[in-house]
């Protein structure tokens, strides 16, 4: 590899730019510098959210921002893509049209999808921190802003042929601590918490209803999903809460509904909801339904 970088939006100076790069040599490219998109092929790959792989470059091309080359120079531009949105490119210079094979650029793609999803995931929870999307105390989105990114991540699992997991996650309540509205916050906060860790960051985490948490497992199956609630629900059982100088601990039901065909995403609701009922009644087990 002669040379990478990645170009992205600066909404600030609302302008392209390189945002970082490696190079073995100097050649009229650095960081910070302008990349206009419309008359360069890295602007192709970011206006299609396409990868793009260009050899033999012809004197005059602009393939970032520089129009020389070294020969043989070959350029391989993978979009930091979304399902609704281009969020920038990676450039690779690469000195042998078989320096990259065939399943090299597959992987490439896939790893340019989620770093769009990584970059979108951060954008939204930027735009939630200045607004009124979140709960106060445990600072996750409300139910409007999940069941909008549900919707979301519903169309581009849709469009993408992806896989994706609904769960739903209840605390059960127990008479020890019911109505106690101080410990019941407090340990609300503690399962959120222990949500959170578990999940990537792309992962959704908001409210569905009182005492109970939606989550959307990006690209998990059915099985994958299971084998992930079973390890939170085990992680929360065995997790001693304090409050106050004293020790709670609590359990959780869970409801995991796996993204097939369903129609809607109120039928992948609907689905989830109905395993959460079915754990719920079998007390504190986790049900998959499909």
């Known amino acids: 590899c002669r040379a990478c970088g990645v170009v992205m939006s600066s909404e600030e100076k609302s302008q392209w730019l390189v945002a970082s ?49 070294p020969e043989g ?14 969020y920038g490119a990676v450039f690779i210079e690469n000195s042998s049209p078989t320096s990259l094979a065939e399943q090299d650029l597959k992987i490439l793609e896939l790893v340019g999808r989620i770093g769009g999803d990584i970059l979108e995931q ?49 605390i059960d309540q127990y008479g020890t601590y019911a109505g106690n509205v101080v410990v019941e916050q407090c340990i609300e906060e503690a399962v959120v918490e222990m949500i959170r860790g578990s999940l990537r960051v792309y992962d959704v985490l908001g409210r569905f209803d009182d005492n109970c948490f939606g989550i959307i497992l990006v690209r998990k199956n059915g099985q994958e999903a299971r084998l992930w609630a079973e390890q939170v629900r085990n992680h929360v059982a065995t997790t001693r809460i304090p409050v106050h100088g004293k020790d ?19 039928e992948l609701y609907v689905d989830a909801q109905e395993a959460l009922k079915h754990a719920s009644a079998k007390a504190n087990n986790v049900s998959l339904f499909s």
Do not use: W
């Open 73 to 86: 120079s070959v350029y391989t531009f993978i979009p930091l893509v979304t399902a609704t949105r281009c």
């Open 122 to 170: 951060t954008r939204v929870n930027q735009l939630l921190e200045g607004h009124s999307m979140v709960e106060e105390n445990t600072g996750i989105p409300n139910r409007h802003t999940f069941e909008a990114r549900l919707s979301e991540e519903y169309a581009r699992a849709t469009d993408h042929e992806m896989t994706m997991s609904l769960a739903l996650i209840k």
């Open 248 to 266: 709670y601990t609590v359990t959780v039901s869970i409801g995991v509904s796996e993204y097939t065909t369903q129609p809607s995403v109120q």
């Open 21 to 69: 790069m490696r190079a073995n040599d100097k050649r009229g490219l650095d960081t910070g510098q302008v990349v206009a998109i419309n008359d360069s092929l890295i602007g192709q790959a970011i206006s299609t959210g396409e990868l793009r792989q260009y050899k033999d470059l012809h004197s005059g091309t602009v393939a970032v921002c520089s129009t020389e080359y």
